[in-house]
């Protein structure tokens, strides 16, 4: 049996888009080079080409991909650029894990503990201690 849904169909924007072309040294990384084209697939001079880099970080949970952008014109320049670019892209990265365990510890409230709430405070869903009187069912 199918189910129809309100979802939104995808839909392509024909004056954005691009052709690519991947480049590997086959032991660091990999270089997306975006042409810009038009509908009809011809080249797009209006546009700037653009330069994606790629790589992976070795980490205890396994691979983290990093996708970052080259500044560059031409290929030889974003493959003189990669180094640079991988590595803001790794810094950045390393801070918003940090940021993110850092929220993620100091959203941590646990009851009973030092500053936390009284044990069973805000944790919802359960009966007070005895449960409801008779007839005093609320909704």
Not at 8 to 13: C, S
Not at 23 to 33: A, L, N, Q, S, Y
Not at 65 to 71: C, R
Not at 94 to 117: H, I, N, Q, Y
Request: aromatic letters at 4%.
């Amino acid at each position: 049996m199918s189910e129809e849904t309100d979802a939104p169909k995808p839909k392509m924007d024909a004056a954005d888009l691009w052709r690519e072309e991947i480049f590997t040294d086959r032991k660091v990384g990999t270089i997306r080079r975006l042409v810009p084209v038009k509908a009809d697939g011809s080249a797009d001079p209006s546009r700037r080409t653009a330069f994606l880099g790629e790589a992976q970080i070795l980490t205890t949970a396994g691979s983290l991909p990093l996708s970052f952008e080259i500044a560059a014109e031409t290929l030889d320049q974003a493959v003189a650029g990669y180094a640079e670019a991988a590595q803001a892209a790794f810094d950045e990265a390393m801070e918003e894990l940090k940021e993110m365990r850092r929220r993620a510890s100091s959203s941590l409230v646990l009851p009973g503990g030092p500053g936390g709430l009284p044990p069973g405070a805000g944790l919802g869903g359960g009966l007070p201690p005895g449960g409801l009187p008779p007839g005093k069912l609320k909704l």
